[in-house]
């Protein structure tokens, strides 16, 4: 238990669906990320938020869309998404904007597939 | 290009002792970290190194060589529950966070 939960941890969608993740964490941190982890490949930073503004959009399609209406939830909102965007996706969190310096609390990833 | 390159699997024996190799090239450097991930479930925090030398902590030790560019943990006394993908990250010198792609560990009785 890291203190960091993401529903749901599996989904499966269609090319047109609209679906959203969700993460929610309990640690009293005011930064929180998305990552996505495909096989073999390095993490990749999606969305950074700091005290519910987004800080950082690492040239994220815009199929994917975040949201974050306070410190404690984010959202991905998903939309006509592709096969290659199957992968895991990680929401992580940390006591304030410190990506680099300090440690990530990871959630445990919705494991999404797209047909 | 900045990258981070680490095994892509080990196999190592229950009770025995593995290293697993990190080697670095980025636009600066602030610090390293390990994080260790089970299957399905989260990374979770194991180490962060700044300053050249070793870190202990319980059977878990990183050691850092910011001269080479290089990082490795060293896993003492294994046991099959460290069977886990171990992942390296570096901080550049933007505070960015760039992620091997990690290295999967298989411990054998």
């Known amino acids: 238990e890291t203190g960091v939960t993401q529903t749901p941890r599996h989904l499966v969608m269609g090319m047109t669906n609209k679906k959203s993740l969700k993460c929610e964490q309990h640690l009293g941190h005011n930064a929180m990320y998305w990552y996505k982890q495909s096989a073999k490949k390095p993490l990749e930073l999606m969305f950074v938020y700091n005290f519910k503004e987004q800080t950082e959009n690492n040239s994220v399609p815009s199929r994917f869309s975040p949201e974050c209406p306070n410190s404690s939830h984010l959202f991905l909102h998903l939309h006509t998404l592709q096969p290659e965007d199957s992968a895991l996706y990680l929401c992580?969190?940390?006591?304030?904007?410190?990506?680099?310096?300090?440690?990530?609390?990871f959630g445990e990833g919705s494991r999404l597939t797209v047909l | 290009g900045q990258n981070i390159d680490q095994p892509t699997e080990m196999t190592a024996t229950e009770g025995a002792i593995v290293q697993i190799n990190c080697t670095y090239q980025t636009s600066g450097f602030n610090g390293l970290f390990w994080y260790q991930q089970h299957a399905g479930e989260a990374p979770t925090f194991l180490s962060y190194?700044?300053l050249d030398g070793l870190e202990e902590k319980g059977r878990f030790s990183s050691f850092l060589s910011r001269s080479k560019g290089y990082s490795y943990l060293l896993l003492k006394e294994l046991q099959m529950k460290d069977s886990a993908s171990y992942l390296c990250?570096?901080?550049?010198?933007?505070?960015?966070?760039?992620w091997g792609a990690g290295t999967k560990l298989i411990i054998k009785p």
């Open positions: 992580a969190s940390s006591p304030e904007r410190e990506v680099g310096t300090g440690e990530l609390f």
């Open positions: 990250a570096v901080t550049n010198s933007n505070y960015q966070l760039i």
């Open positions: 190194n700044v």
